[in-house]
């Protein structure tokens, strides 16, 4: 009756560093990693990492949103 069922993403592939993380927050059906996400935050507007983020996402939401 008291089954812990712990409910842990299982992690999947970054959409960023498309490596295979644990630990994450889900965009759409995509996957970014604790670590790109922690790198956007922290990343300037203005430098051009930030750019390469975006258009990462960009792409992803592009694509789920026009499919
Ligand atoms: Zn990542």
Sequence with gaps: MNQSTTNHTVGDTCIVCEQLKHQGIRIY????????????????IDDPKYQFYLQQLKKIINREIYS
Excluded: A, N, S, Y
């Excluded at 059906?29 to 300037?44: A, N, P, R, S, W």
């Design 29 to 44: 059906t995509k996957f970014l990693c604790i670590d790109c996400e922690q790198e956007i935050v922290h990343t300037e």
